[in-house]
C-alpha cells in the first residue's frame, strides 16, 4: 500500500518527508517506503476568467453583464503546469491520498481540486496540522481523520470562490463602466463580497471624523492636603442640574463658581473603600490579536505581520499554525508545557521569564470547549538554531511571553475609592497599589516599565477625616473625534463589525462568525485596498479613503456595502463546511443577487459618479488645458494629462489630488562636452541627503549621465 502526502508548498513536503523517512528527492516529490510525498504550490488551479468562457466577454460592456457560467471552469495555472502533472501522475503509484495541507478550507481546497481534475477515485485521508515541528507531525501521522470528515471544507471553499467571482467580475465591470461613461477613466472600480463593506468601514470612520463637532466641558480637580501634609487629587462629580447625558459639565462659569468656592476650604471624607482586584493573564494570540499588537506596538502592517507568523511557523519551525481564530489551547498540550518553558530557560531572551513560570499554573486559557479547527498561536518548543531578523524576533517575542504568562499568577492590586464632601460639593478620589505583579512581569520586554500600570496610592483615611483644599482648579477640555483606522484597528473592526449592524440576529451571527473576512485574508483585503487606490496611508500608519472610494460606496446599493450581507453568506458557508447546507442553491441565490443590482444600475446611472466625475475633471492640465486623469503606475498613483501621448504632462499624486508640477530644468546655454547632443541644464537633487541641492546635468539623462559639482 502506497501511501501519497499531498502538501500546500516544498517546504511543508520538506519536513513531513523528512518524519515519514521519505529521504530520496525526484523531480518534484520525496520518496521512501511505500511513501510519496509530493506538493503544490498553493493552488496550482485558477478560475476561468470571463473571455476563457466566450472571447466576446474580454471587452467590457454593459449589455454582457451580468457574468453567470452555466458551467463553471477551472484552470491549471501556466507556471503550476509541470507540477500538477507531476502530481496527477503520481496517482497511478498511490493506493491512497492522504492531504497534508494546511487545515482550513483553503487547504482543502487547493488539495482537493487538484483531486478531482486529476481524476482521483481511491481512498483519502487528512492529515490535521497544527504545527510542523517533528514532534506535532508525528503525532498528526497517528491521528489522521477519515476524508470524510473534512470533504465538506471543500464545498465551502468552492461555493465561497463562486460567489465572490459572481460579485467581483459583474459588479466590479458595472461600476466601473458607470463611472467611465460618467467621464472617469482612474482605474478599476473594483467590488467584493468583503473588500467593499471593509473599504465602507473607513469611509464612514473619514466621515465621522471631518463631520466632527468638538463640545467644550469642563472639569474641576481639587488638590487635597492631609496634615502631615501629603496630597492627592479629586474630580468634582457634577450634579445633575448641571450635568449633560455624559455626566459631563457644560458651563464653564457654573465650574468656575465650585473651584472659586471650594478652594481653601475644609474636606471631609464621606466614604472609602478598597477592594483587591484580581486580573488573569490575557489569552495566547490568535492571528488578528497578534496583527493589532503588532500594529501598536511595532508599527506593523496586518499583511507583514501574517507574513512573519507564517516564516515562524514554516521555515524557523519555532511557533504553531498562525492563520487562527481561536486564542485557546487544548487540554493535551498542557502536558508539553514543562518541556517548552525549558527550551524557553535555555533562550538568552526569555531566560529571566522562564525561570519565574510555574507549570503547575493552569490558566483559563487551557480550554477544549473553545478550541476551533485551530488552537491559538504558541511556541512549539523547538530550539533557536539559527538567527532571526529584527521583526521575527519582536514578533517570535510577542508570542513566547503572552505563553508563558499562562504560567504566572493573577495580577493583583488594591482599588480604592475615596467620596469627599466640600460643603455640597462631591469629590471622588481613585487609588490603586500593586499587590502582585503576576502575570505582567512575563510582558516586559528588556525591563521596560508598564506604562499603562502606575500605581497611585492614596494615604490612608477614614471616613470624617478632614482635609483642606489647597488648590481647586477649572479645566478646559472638549470631546474628541474617533481616531483614524491603522492597520491594526481597522482588522479589530473587521473583526467586531456586528457593533455596527441594528439587525439582533445578524449582530449575533456578526459575532459568532467572528465579523467579517477571516484571519487568512483580512490582512490581503486591506493590502488590496491600498494598491487599488481606494485607500492611502497618512504618516506611514493612518488609513484614510480616497475620493474614488467614497464615490463607489455611495453608488453602491445598500446589500453590497453591508457587512450583515457578508454574516447571511458567512452563516451559509459555514452550514456548508458543517455538511448541512446546499452549495448550488448557496451559488444560485448569487447570482439572482447580481442579476437584481445590475438590472438596478442598468435602470439609472448613480448620480455619485457623475457628481465624482465633474469634480475630478475639474483638473486641468498646465501644459495644454485638457482634463487630468489619476493613474496608477509602478510606484504608485500620479496624474497624466487625458491627451498624451500628445501631451506629456505627469504630476504627483498628493492624497487623491494633483500635486504642483516639478520646475523645469533651466538651460545654461552650453551644449553638453560628454555626449555634444543635449544642452547643460541646471537641476536640484530630488531625494537622500544632498536633496534641494542645484547641479548640472545634460539634457538628456538618463541616455547621458554628465553631471557637474
Not at 266 to 280: C, D, G, P, Q, Y
Amino acid at each position: 500500500m502506497t501511501a501519497l502526502y499531498l502538501c500546500e508548498k516544498p517546504s511543508q513536503a520538506k519536513d513531513i518527508a523528512r518524519v515519514l523517512g521519505a529521504n530520496q528527492r525526484r523531480d518534484g516529490y520525496f520518496e521512501g517506503p511505500q511513501t510519496i510525498v509530493t506538493w503544490c504550490f498553493g493552488h496550482l488551479l485558477e478560475m476561468a476568467a470571463p473571455e476563457d468562457y466566450d472571447p466576446e466577454l474580454k471587452t467590457w460592456r454593459f449589455e454582457t453583464l451580468p457574468i453567470i457560467p452555466g458551467q463553471w471552469v477551472w484552470k491549471v495555472r501556466k507556471d503550476a503546469n509541470k507540477q500538477y502533472r507531476v502530481i496527477v501522475g503520481l496517482f497511478k503509484q498511490a493506493d491512497e491520498i492522504v492531504i497534508s495541507t494546511d487545515a482550513d478550507r483553503e487547504g482543502e481546497s487547493i488539495a482537493r481540486e487538484v483531486m478531482d481534475r486529476g481524476g482521483w477515485k481511491g481512498p483519502v485521508s487528512r492529515l490535521w496540522l497544527s504545527a510542523l515541528d517533528d514532534q506535532s507531525i508525528r503525532k498528526a501521522l497517528a491521528n489522521r481523520l477519515p476524508g470524510e470528515r473534512t470533504a465538506a471544507l471543500y464545498a465551502a471553499a468552492v461555493s465561497r470562490s463562486k460567489a465572490d467571482w459572481l460579485v467581483g467580475m459583474s459588479l466590479s465591470r458595472l461600476y466601473t463602466l458607470s463611472a467611465r461613461q460618467s467621464g472617469y477613466d482612474g482605474g478599476v472600480m473594483s467590488v467584493g463580497r468583503v473588500q467593499t463593506p471593509t473599504l465602507k468601514l473607513v469611509v464612514d470612520r473619514d466621515r465621522a471624523i471631518e463631520n466632527f463637532k468638538p463640545l467644550p466641558y469642563y472639569d474641576v480637580m481639587a488638590t487635597f492636603q492631609t496634615r502631615d501634609r501629603n496630597s492627592f487629587t479629586g474630580h468634582w462629580q457634577v450634579p445633575d442640574d448641571l450635568s449633560d447625558d455624559e455626566g459631563r459639565c457644560l458651563n464653564r462659569a457654573a465650574a468656575q463658581v465650585v473651584a472659586d468656592r471650594c478652594r481653601g476650604k475644609t474636606a471631609v471624607i464621606s466614604s472609602v473603600a478598597t477592594k483587591r482586584v484580581k486580573e488573569s493573564a490575557p489569552l495566547p494570540y490568535s492571528l488578528s490579536a497578534l496583527q493589532q499588537e503588532a500594529s501598536h506596538r511595532f508599527g506593523m502592517g496586518a499583511q507583514q505581520v501574517l507574513d512573519i507568523a507564517q516564516a515562524l511557523y514554516e521555515t524557523h519551525k519555532l511557533t504553531t499554525y498562525p492563520r487562527t481564530d481561536c486564542d485557546y489551547l487544548p487540554q493535551a498540550q498542557y502536558e508539553s508545557a514543562s518541556a517548552i518553558i525549558e527550551v524557553m530557560k535555555g533562550d538568552d531572551e526569555f531566560r529571566s521569564i522562564a525561570e519565574c513560570a510555574d507549570p503547575s499554573i493552569r490558566s483559563k486559557a487551557w480550554n477544549d470547549n473553545k478550541i476551533t479547527a485551530h488552537h491559538a498561536i504558541s511556541p512549539t518548543g523547538v530550539k533557536r538554531n539559527r538567527a532571526l531578523n529584527t521583526n521575527e524576533s519582536l514578533l517570535f517575542g510577542l508570542i513566547v511571553r503572552r505563553y508563558l504568562a499562562q504560567f504566572y499568577p493573577d495580577h493583583e492590586y488594591d482599588q480604592t475609592t475615596m467620596d469627599l464632601s466640600v460643603g455640597e460639593d462631591r469629590f471622588k478620589s481613585t487609588g490603586k497599589r500593586i499587590i502582585k505583579a503576576g502575570w505582567k512581569l512575563a510582558l516586559l520586554r528588556n525591563d521596560q516599565q508598564d506604562t499603562n500600570d502606575k500605581e497611585t496610592v492614596l494615604p490612608k483615611l477614614s471616613k470624617g477625616d478632614e482635609l483642606s483644599v489647597a488648590d481647586c482648579r477649572v479645566d478646559d477640555k472638549e470631546t474628541q473625534p474617533p481616531a483614524r483606522y491603522t492597520e491594526g484597528t481597522l482588522i479589530q473592526a473587521m473583526k467586531n463589525v456586528g457593533k455596527f449592524v441594528e439587525h439582533p440576529v445578524l449582530k449575533k451571527r456578526l459575532k459568532e462568525t467572528s465579523g467579517i473576512g477571516t484571519e487568512a485574508t483580512r490582512a490581503s483585503i486591506i493590502d488590496l485596498l491600498l494598491k487599488r487606490g481606494f485607500i492611502d496611508k497618512q504618516k506611514k500608519k493612518y488609513l484614510v479613503s480616497s475620493d474614488k472610494a467614497r464615490s463607489l460606496i455611495d453608488a453602491l446599493p445598500e446589500p453590497v456595502k453591508d457587512p450583515a450581507t457578508t454574516a447571511v453568506w458567512e452563516q451559509a458557508l459555514e452550514d456548508i463546511a458543517q455538511g448541512n447546507g446546499n452549495p448550488d442553491r448557496f451559488v444560485d441565490d448569487q447570482a439572482k443577487m447580481v442579476t437584481h443590482w445590475v438590472e438596478k444600475v442598468r435602470q439609472g446611472m448613480p448620480s455619485q459618479f457623475k457628481e465624482w466625475a465633474a469634480n475630478t475633471l475639474a483638473y486641468e492640465c498646465p501644459e495644454c488645458g485638457h482634463p487630468l486623469v489619476r493613474r496608477n503606475g509602478k510606484k504608485g498613483f500620479f496624474w497624466g494629462c487625458r491627451q498624451y501621448p500628445e501631451c506629456k504632462v505627469v504630476l504627483p499624486d498628493e492624497h487623491g489630488k494633483p500635486g504642483k508640477q516639478r520646475e523645469k530644468a533651466k538651460s545654461t546655454g552650453q551644449s553638453c562636452p560628454e555626449c555634444g547632443e543635449g544642452d547643460l541644464v541646471q537641476r536640484t537633487v530630488r531625494n537622500g541627503k544632498a536633496k534641494g541641492q542645484s547641479f548640472i546635468g545634460c539634457s538628456r539623462y538618463p541616455e547621458c549621465s554628465y553631471t557637474e559639482g
